[in-house]
């Protein structure tokens, strides 16, 4: 089971605090305490450990310049600012997570550059996109890195918790494993722009204006417990995956994700409903190896949204691999850009929203890879 914890934020105050949360980790000394003894690294590391620590809040604190700088620069300059402010944050996940070997000074020459190729289009911007660059070791670059410690969050649900004693409690919990990001095979093909903003949670509307349709679904999970008399086990357990305004597309691409093995076919019921979906276990037997489930992006308490072949990335790495595209647009080619953002064309208008969100989404993002925590919105 997943040892991310769930937590809410008020979404009103969510960057403030969330930034408040992340400079926690520029506290050199006592994180250095903190990953010593949570990792059981001996005392004779800790000049190493400290170092460590001193790169992760020298990259933290970059990441907040430079995302103060996108957020009053302007066209020109603010999507690649936000870019490098992501992979300021892309540095501090791999700083935390990694060891030793992943420090600034000695980690492999190999992750020294970004990790993409830029492919072009320029009759269309949006299908400007982002080839990650390979060797025989795997993808290059800080991108590659990255994703080395990059996760998914959990499957979360509301649950109902009923006691053999009577009476119920509801809590929001996690009910999955969490995956790592290299246990998906990467697709070595470009991904494009418009790709990368269909995976992206806070684009819906501006992609719908465009008569774009995303490639995520929205839904939720409910599971209902009754425990035994001995209070630690359950007497029945049944759990509801509800996915509403499922296109045909996203019917079959996240419906495959949902893979039964044959002695549990009879603990599950499915029905299309409209244009939702309905899936209902009813638990014989404990869960683990009797079926695989879509991955999730966290949404809301009361609402989470499926992913389906798109998930070799999580929501950061959509950010990551957009604002990347968007950068090296407004960077190397600002011949196109000048029209494009002159013309309030859509592929301007939709990197525009694409900044806004990333400014107050991405370092929420990081603060779930470091504490283990996925935040959602109350």
Same mark, same amino acid.
């Given at each position: ?14 960057? +403030? ?12 000394? #006592? ?14 590391? !800790? ?51 990694? +060891? ?23 009759? +269309? ?25 990059? /996760? ?5 649900? !509301? ?16 009910? $999955? ?5 290299? *246990? ?7 991904? /494009? ?10 684009? /819906? ?26 209070? !630690? ?29 044959? #002695? ?10 409209? $244009? ?38 999580? *929501? ?13 647009? /407004? ?29 107050? #989404? ?5 603060? $779930? ?10």
């Amino acid at each position: 089971m997943a040892n991310f914890e769930i937590h809410f934020v008020k979404e009103s105050r969510g960057a +403030d605090a969330i930034w408040r949360r992340l400079a926690r980790f520029q506290e050199t000394e #006592r994180v250095t305490e903190r990953v010593m003894a949570e990792r059981g690294i001996p005392k004779n590391q !800790k000049l190493n450990v400290r170092k460590q620590m001193e790169q992760l809040a020298f990259s933290l604190n970059q990441a907040r310049e430079y995302f103060r700088s996108a957020e009053t620069s302007g066209p020109t300059a603010r999507a690649l600012m936000a870019y490098y402010g992501l992979i300021a944050l892309a540095n501090a996940e791999v700083l935390w997570s990694g +060891d030793g070997m992943h420090s600034f000074d000695t980690r492999d020459v190999r992750f020294n550059a970004h990790g993409f190729d830029l492919v072009q289009d320029h009759q +269309d911007l949006s299908n400007f996109g982002a080839r990650p660059k390979t060797d025989e070791q795997g993808i290059r670059g800080l991108f590659g890195l990255w994703r080395q410690f990059a /996760t998914h969050i959990p499957n979360y649900a !509301k649950q109902t918790i009923r006691y053999p004693e009577g009476g119920f409690s509801i809590v929001y919990n996690a009910t $999955s494993s969490v995956t790592t990001l290299r *246990e998906v095979p990467c697709p070595i093909e470009p991904i /494009t722009l418009l790709e990368c903003l269909k995976h992206i949670p806070t684009m /819906t509307p501006a992609l719908e204006a465009y008569n774009e349709q995303t490639k995520l679904c929205r839904g939720q999970i409910e599971e209902d417990i009754a425990l035994s008399e001995d209070g !630690k086990s359950f007497k029945t357990r049944t759990r509801s995956y509800i996915m509403h305004h499922l296109t045909d597309a996203a019917f079959h691409d996240i419906g495959s994700k949902f893979k039964i093995a044959p #002695r549990a076919v009879s603990e599950f019921k499915m029905n299309r409903i409209g $244009s939702g979906l309905s899936v209902v276990w009813k638990a014989n037997l404990p869960e683990q190896s009797l079926f695989t489930l879509p991955e999730v992006f966290a949404n809301t308490k009361e609402e989470l949204l499926f992913i389906g072949d798109g998930d070799h990335l999580n *929501e950061f790495g959509y950010y990551y691999v957009a604002l990347f595209i968007a950068g090296m647009i /407004t960077r190397y080619y600002p011949h196109i850009w000048i029209k494009e953002f002159r013309s309030n064309s859509k592929a301007s208008t939709l990197i525009d929203e694409l900044v806004d969100n990333a400014l107050s #989404r991405v370092p929420l993002l990081t603060t $779930s890879a470091l504490e283990q925590r996925a935040y959602l919105y109350d």
